[in-house]
């Protein structure tokens, strides 16, 4: 068997790809299938990339390796039997091994040869790559296939160059095997690698003292042959279980729960916690609850039954305690999957160094000095991590167009459209880059979309006559923001991890893989590539052409809720008689969560035009008096009560610390307009009246609604102002209904999909009023005389069809001499901002709206 690619090095090749680990040796098998002349560059002496390098004792995979293989032959599969449920570094190594065998992949791969520059050749159109003896080769495509945790992260400890001893590096093991036996031996870092060679050196050495910063989250594996039921699954429908991870979230099939870990019983919480405890795989147990990945509350939940696990191994308390994490949520870090990791501790011959209470002071010639100890070791094993996603690619000198590097571009953190390219930098690929699943998903499922996606562009560009891509500035910019939407709703960025680049000193602090599933992005790759290449400019012989966008703009907790309400194929609310339509809304309303906690909630009534109208107030838990909020709900002037934005009046109540008074009004088509106008103008009058007996400041009043509820906010407003009172200081509308006009654009923009549709709001309007009074102000505000209104937070929603008039709403306010604060909540519709604790996006718009009212509340009107 050659180890090494043979011949000389060609000048000139189609593709170079740097990397022969999973996704360098699929690019490759690829690429020869295009008939494109390819070239890959490894520095390792064969195959195998991760697995290459990583031969520390006890290294194996953390997701089934039924599941972590090469899915795109089915005779590789069937000729290829796992030994084990997780299998060691030598097995998956040799498996990689036989795959390049298998189709002859070593021929085309330069091992011992590492890229140290790439350097973009506009006129010629082409990279010009040199290698660390020197040699050059031009290249059309240049892909990395670096992997993601390849660069060693070097100790960050004084004094690591004095030490005698040995010392070994987890992520570059000696390829002869290390005995440990009769030896004095440290281990710096318990991240999965720590926690996997832990128990083997153990094993061998006469003592062993582990160095610990920051105690990891860890499931038993519970290793044994690879799992029966997936076995016969594979074995049965290959095809159908292959598809099913290529379109699940993280890569391997899983039935998704929807219980909450807020909301389940705390016997449902242990019963489904045990299941994933006992399954051993990662999956089962990032996936115990729907909302431990974004509630704090739901996560600790998890975090503390691990810990009762721990205590329950662990002989010594004081030991337990510190190997128990505490201050990140759990998942935050990547967990871990061992085989006896905290049993370990139980050993005489195994001491625990918690660097919280003792750090490392420096290492020495013979060992290690804490703040309180001196240890002396034979040998130190760092287990210290990797500079993890964006460290292999800047670590070469990558110069894009404009002569900017990689690294300079990415100072900040990684700017990538899709993860896979990245704008200055034209026919440059990254196989499983920063702002794709990568990481968080099972590996090979992503490398081989991602390799899949590459080879159809590049046979795409070669079919058209072109031959070269790059995204736009509008696309990357995009993707970025979409990136960080998905990270902001989780509780990733509340952990020093390395998905943060926090281990990494002078690292940018930015989530860098993407959050929002492989489905999700699967979805999303598919869907530039189907419409054209959104967001990516092409050129070549054949001309040009870019079809630029933005792939995904919604937030993305509203695409989901929007993607459940779609799959379950409700009738259209302007189908129903109103009663059935508010007997729906009700039963929507009945099934949500409840909003925060508030100080207390009365019910009562209040005197209105035409007989009582029914009120809620929401009173802060602080010692009064308030400000105070005459709030009117949303729902057409037809539907809601103070029942259905109960949520969303907690959460102002909360957020501003006023008291809310929730008030109901008459509806349509029972009693059409002005009735709802006129009941909105009475109750301000008597909220008013009444402030101090409400708990409010008298003078401190603020008109607020969602909606319809914004729309007679809007005019109870106006109508205050020519009567002479009630003495309103400041007014919120939320999504505002002000004008009769549906004909702006983004009543066809988004008149469809997104829950309030153009027909409904045509629905509304006709239950409503009529045609000859919809022009009046007191149905259509923006038709009314602006000056001398209070002061104004105006919000709308970007996916709304009611966002334009609200936007002309702030417009014209603003004209008329009003301060207005108009806030715009990006990528949400105009149900997003009422679903509390459903839409966790809302949230910081919410927190922005507070905060606007807040600084509104001091700015006397101008008349
Ligand atoms: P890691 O998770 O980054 O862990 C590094 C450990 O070293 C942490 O405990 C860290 O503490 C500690 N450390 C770093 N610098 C230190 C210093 N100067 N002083 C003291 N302690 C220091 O790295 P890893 O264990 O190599 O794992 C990285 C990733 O590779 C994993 O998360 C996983 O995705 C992958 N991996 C997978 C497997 C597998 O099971 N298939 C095995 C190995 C690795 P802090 O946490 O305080 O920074």
């Given at each position: 068997m050659a180890i090494a690619g043979s011949g000389v090095l060609p000048a000139e090749v189609d593709v170079a790809v740097v990397g022969a680990g999973f996704s360098g040796l699929y690019m490759l098998y690829r690429l020869r299938?295009?008939?494109?002349?390819?070239?890959?560059?490894?520095?390792?002496?064969?195959?195998?990339?991760?697995?290459?390098?990583n031969r520390y004792p006890g290294a194996r995979c953390d997701v089934p390796t039924t599941d972590y293989a090469y899915s795109f032959d089915a005779l590789l599969e069937e000729d290829w039997v796992w030994s084990e449920k997780y299998a060691t570094q030598p097995e998956i190594l040799a498996y990689l091994r036989h795959v390049a065998d298998r189709y002859d992949l070593r021929r085309d791969i330069r091992f011992g040869t590492r890229i140290t520059a790439a350097a973009w050749d506009e006129a010629a159109r082409r990279w010009r790559l040199r290698t660390g003896d020197g040699n050059e080769v031009s290249c059309r495509y240049y892909i990395m296939a670096s992997?993601?945790?390849?660069?060693?992260?070097?100790?960050?400890?004084?004094?690591?160059?004095?030490?005698?001893?040995?010392?070994?590096?987890?992520?570059?093991?000696?390829?002869?095997?290390?005995?440990?036996?009769?030896?004095?031996?440290?281990?710096?870092?318990?991240?999965?690698?720590?926690?996997?060679?832990?128990?083997?050196?153990?094993?061998?050495?006469?003592?062993?003292?582990?160095?610990?910063?920051?105690?990891?989250?860890?499931?038993?594996a519970r290793n044994g042959p690879p799992p029966a039921d997936r076995v016969t699954q594979l074995a049965t429908d290959r095809d159908g279980y292959r598809e099913a991870a290529r379109w699940s979230r993280g890569g391997v099939p899983r039935e998704l729960t929807d219980v909450s870990g807020v909301t389940?019983?705390?016997?449902?919480?242990?019963?489904?916690?045990?299941?994933?405890?006992?399954?051993?795989?990662?999956?089962?147990?990032?996936?115990?609850?729907?909302?431990?990945?974004?509630?704090?509350?739901?996560?600790?939940?998890?975090?503390?039954?691990?810990?009762?696990?721990?205590?329950?191994?662990?002989?010594?308390?004081?030991?337990?305690?510190?190997?128990?994490?505490?201050?990140?949520?759990?998942?935050?870090?990547?967990?871990?999957?061992?085989?006896?990791?905290?049993?370990?501790?139980?050993?005489?011959?195994?001491?625990?160094?918690?660097?919280?209470?003792?750090?490392?002071?420096?290492?020495?010639?013979?060992?290690?000095?804490?703040?309180?100890?001196?240890?002396?070791?034979?040998?130190?094993?760092f287990a210290t991590g990797f500079d993890a996603m964006t460290g292999p690619l800047v670590s070469v000198a990558v110069t894009g167009t404009d002569g900017v590097t990689l690294e300079d571009k990415w100072q900040h953190g990684p700017v990538t459209y899709l993860g896979l390219m990245t704008t200055g930098f034209p026919n440059f690929f990254t196989i499983t880059g920063p702002q794709s699943p990568s990481v968080l998903s099972n590996m090979v499922v992503s490398i081989e979309q991602h390799v899949d996606w590459?080879?159809?562009?590049?046979?795409?560009?070669?079919?058209?006559?072109?031959?070269?891509?790059?995204?736009?500035?509008?696309?990357?910019?995009?993707?970025?923001?979409?990136?960080?939407?998905?990270?902001?709703?989780?509780?990733?960025?509340?952990?020093?991890?390395?998905?943060?680049?926090a281990n990494v000193p002078g690292k940018p602090r930015v989530f860098l893989p993407y959050v929002g599933g492989v489905d999700a992005y699967r979805r999303a790759c598919d869907e530039v590539a189907e419409k054209g290449f959104v967001g990516f400019r092409l050129d070549g012989p054949a001309g040009s052409r870019c079809n630029d966008g933005v792939i995904r703009r919604l937030q993305p907790d509203m695409a989901m809720v929007l993607d459940l309400v779609a799959s379950l194929g409700l009738p259209p609310i302007e189908t129903?008689?109103?009663?059935?339509?508010?007997?729906?809304?009700?039963?929507?309303?009945?099934?949500?969560?409840?909003?925060?906690?508030?100080?207390?909630?009365?019910?009562?009534?209040?005197?209105?035009?035409?007989?009582?109208?029914?009120?809620?107030?929401?009173?802060?838990?602080?010692?009064?008096?308030?400000?105070?909020?005459?709030?009117?709900?949303?729902?057409?002037?037809?539907?809601?009560?103070?029942?259905?934005?109960?949520?969303?009046?907690?959460?102002?109540?909360?957020?501003?610390?006023?008291?809310?008074?929730?008030?109901?009004?008459?509806?349509?088509?029972?009693?059409?307009?002005?009735?709802?106008?006129?009941?909105?103008?009475?109750?301000?009058?008597?909220?008013?009246?009444?402030?101090?007996?409400?708990?409010?400041?008298?003078?401190?009043?603020?008109?607020?609604?969602?909606?319809?509820?914004?729309?007679?906010?809007?005019?109870?407003?106006?109508?205050?102002?020519?009567?002479?009172?009630?003495?309103?200081?400041?007014?919120?509308?939320?999504?505002?209904?002000?004008?009769?006009?549906?004909a702006r654009p983004s009543y066809a923009s988004n008149g469809e999909g997104f829950i309030l549709t153009a027909g409904l709001m045509r629905w509304f309007w006709d239950h409503y009023a009529d045609a000859a009074d919809r022009a009046n102000p007191k149905a259509s505000p923006l038709r009314g005389t602006l000056a001398g209104l209070p002061p104004a937070v105006v919000v709308t929603a970007e996916f709304d069809p009611l966002r334009d008039e609200g936007d002309a709403y702030a417009e014209a306010l603003a004209a008329a001499g009003v301060p207005v604060r108009h806030i715009r909540a990006r990528g949400h519709t105009h149900t997003s901002l009422t679903m509390v604790d459903v839409v966790i996006s809302g949230a910081p718009v919410r927190a922005e709206i507070a905060e606007a009212l807040d600084s509104l509340r001091s700015v006397p009107a101008r008349s």
């Open positions: 299938g295009l008939g494109l002349r390819t070239v890959v560059f490894d520095d390792a002496g064969d195959v195998g990339g991760t697995w290459y390098w992997g993601c945790l390849s660069l060693p992260k070097a100790p960050d400890i004084d004094g690591v160059d004095r030490y005698r001893g040995e010392v070994y590096l987890t992520g570059r093991w000696p390829h002869d095997r290390v005995d440990f036996s009769g030896k004095r031996v440290a281990v710096v870092g318990t991240g999965s690698s720590g926690i996997q060679c832990i128990p083997l050196i153990a094993g061998e050495a006469t003592r062993l003292t582990v160095f610990q910063r920051t105690p990891n989250f860890s499931v038993p389940a019983p705390e016997q449902v919480r242990r019963e489904r916690f045990e299941a994933a405890w006992q399954a051993g795989e990662l999956f089962a147990i990032l996936g115990v609850f729907s909302d431990q990945g974004v509630n704090a509350v739901s996560n600790d939940h998890v975090a503390e039954m691990i810990r009762e696990k721990i205590r329950a191994v662990v002989s010594d308390a004081d030991v337990a305690d510190a190997l128990c994490p505490k201050d990140y949520p759990f998942g935050t870090k990547r967990p871990c999957l061992d085989s006896s990791y905290f049993e370990t501790f139980n050993l005489p011959h195994v001491r625990l160094v918690d660097l919280r209470r003792t750090p490392i002071t420096a290492v020495t010639e013979a060992g290690i000095d804490t703040a309180e100890e001196s240890f002396e070791f034979d040998a130190i094993v590459i080879a159809d562009c590049l046979r795409r560009l070669r079919a058209e006559n072109l031959d070269r891509i790059e995204p736009t500035p509008l696309a990357e910019a995009g993707w970025v923001q979409h990136n960080q939407d998905c990270a902001d709703i989780t509780l990733y960025p509340r952990a020093n991890s390395w998905y943060m680049g129903m008689s109103a009663a059935d339509a508010r007997a729906f809304s009700e039963a929507t309303a009945a099934s949500r969560p409840p909003g925060p906690e508030v100080g207390e909630i009365a019910d009562a009534v209040l005197p209105g035009p035409a007989g009582d109208l029914a009120y809620r107030l929401y009173r802060p838990p602080t010692q009064g008096p308030h400000p105070l909020i005459a709030y009117f709900h949303g729902g057409g002037w037809v539907l809601g009560s103070q029942d259905s934005d109960d949520p969303l009046c907690r959460d102002l109540c909360v957020r501003t610390g006023s008291v809310v008074v929730s008030v109901n009004y008459r509806h349509a088509p029972e009693d059409r307009f002005p009735a709802a106008a006129d009941d909105a103008f009475a109750a301000a009058n008597w909220i008013a009246a009444n402030a101090a007996a409400l708990g409010g400041i008298p003078g401190q009043l603020t008109v607020a609604g969602w909606s319809a509820g914004g729309n007679v906010a809007a005019i109870t407003c106006q109508l205050a102002r020519d009567a002479g009172g009630p003495d309103i200081a400041s007014q919120l509308l939320l999504a505002p209904v002000t004008d009769c006009d549906l």
